[in-house]
């Protein structure tokens, strides 16, 4: 890993955050917006983040998103947003969430496999036009 800062995932960052606060202010009443797409399309977010600063193998980045994004879940189980001390409604008891899902892990998943099928597709199109 190390860092390399790339405008391209940038702007990729800030277009995927806008649809999340989209689904989140204007598309909440469409329940499968709204309660899957989003949690399937923030793994993305994460994704683009880290893109944004660092080179580093897409496998390894998927998996620890997909750690890190069930973690965060499975804090939601244990309400360790409100042991901590964060009121509901403020932005860090809406980031690390208050209630657990195995659905919310379902889509996380689903993201993450999106991505690396992603990558994938990317990858060996990319190493299909090199010459020799």
């Known amino acids: 890993?190390?860092?390399?800062?790339?405008?391209?995932?940038?702007?990729?960052?800030?277009?995927?955050?806008?649809i999340e606060v989209l689904i989140a202010t204007k598309l909440e009443h469409i329940f499968f917006v709204r309660a899957y797409l989003g949690d399937v399309i923030v793994?993305?977010?994460?994704?683009?983040?880290?893109?944004?600063?660092v080179r580093i193998n897409d496998e390894k980045l998927i998996l620890g998103i997909l750690i890190f994004?069930?973690?965060?879940?499975?804090a939601q189980y244990f309400t360790v947003a409100e042991?901590?001390?964060?009121?509901?409604?403020?932005?860090?008891?809406?980031?690390?969430?208050?209630?657990?899902?195995?659905?919310d892990i379902l889509c996380y998943?689903?993201?993450?496999?999106?991505?690396?099928?992603?990558?994938?597709?990317?990858?060996?199109?990319s190493k299909q036009s090199i010459p020799g």
């Open 1 to 18: 890993m190390k860092f390399k800062f790339s405008l391209t995932y940038l702007l990729l960052t800030i277009f995927i955050f806008l």
């Open 43 to 53: 793994v993305m977010l994460l994704y683009t983040f880290v893109k944004t600063f």
């Open 69 to 74: 994004s069930c973690i965060v879940e499975f």
């Open 83 to 103: 042991k901590l001390g964060f009121r509901p409604g403020s932005l860090m008891y809406i980031v690390i969430g208050n209630s657990f899902s195995w659905i």
């Open 109 to 125: 998943v689903a993201g993450c496999l999106l991505l690396f099928l992603w990558v994938k597709f990317n990858t060996g199109k």
